[in-house]
């Protein structure tokens, strides 16, 4: 047996990673490979202590929206009444008071779902503008070092696109997933009532 072989036997050979999707560094810069006990848990605690500042306004825009959503619900029950109490027998005073009061309601449900998700896209974006500023900060106090053991792309994927998946997540996606779950319980309610 050649030296070249004996060279090549005692080697262990190194593991070779497939990509993967998504951001490809821990969150957050953890220094170490660890796969974490909770990711899910620690996130969500990371996340809303950056919602805690604005907990005031993101539960009052959050209320909105659920308010909006519940006049969505509730309208075939108004469309019943006009049909069934107006336009069956024939009383055109419920037609009118009752469609004045639908157009009332759908008034108040777009006003309230403009504001609510306007408030929210701005929540959201403080929340980033914290996160980043933070990102910023502790990226500025690490060593010279860290930059040349990590890969340069998984750290502008986790200050951008890891990022914004955050961004997306405040703005849009939790509070979709809340409304969600209302409109449909309430759909079932409705469905019964009629």
Do not use: C
Request: charged letters at 20%; proline letters at 4%; aromatic letters at 12%.
């Amino acid at each position: 047996m050649s030296i070249k072989e004996q060279n090549n036997k005692e080697k262990p050979e190194k593991e070779i990673r497939q990509p993967r999707p998504g951001g490809h560094g821990k969150f957050l810069f953890d220094e170490d490979n660890k796969k974490l006990d909770n990711p899910r848990k620690k996130l969500w605690k990371f996340l809303f202590s950056y919602l805690k500042p604005f907990r005031g306004s993101f539960i009052l825009f959050l209320i909105l929206l659920l308010m909006g959503t519940s006049i969505i619900s509730i309208s075939p029950i108004i469309t019943a009444l006009i049909i069934d109490d107006g336009i069956v027998a024939q009383n055109s005073q419920i037609v009118l008071n009752m469609s004045i009061f639908y157009l009332s309601l759908m008034f108040f449900m777009a006003i309230s779902t403009y504001i609510s998700r306007y408030g929210m896209a701005k929540v959201s974006q403080n929340v980033v503008f914290k996160i980043r500023n933070d990102l910023f900060f502790k990226l500025q106090d690490m060593s010279l070092t860290y930059f040349d053991q990590h890969p340069s792309g998984d750290i502008i994927s986790i200050t951008t696109n890891d990022i914004d998946q955050l961004n997306q997540l405040v703005g849009g996606q939790f509070v979709m997933i809340i409304s969600g779950f209302l409109s449909i319980v309430l759909t079932v309610i409705i469905m019964y009532i009629l």
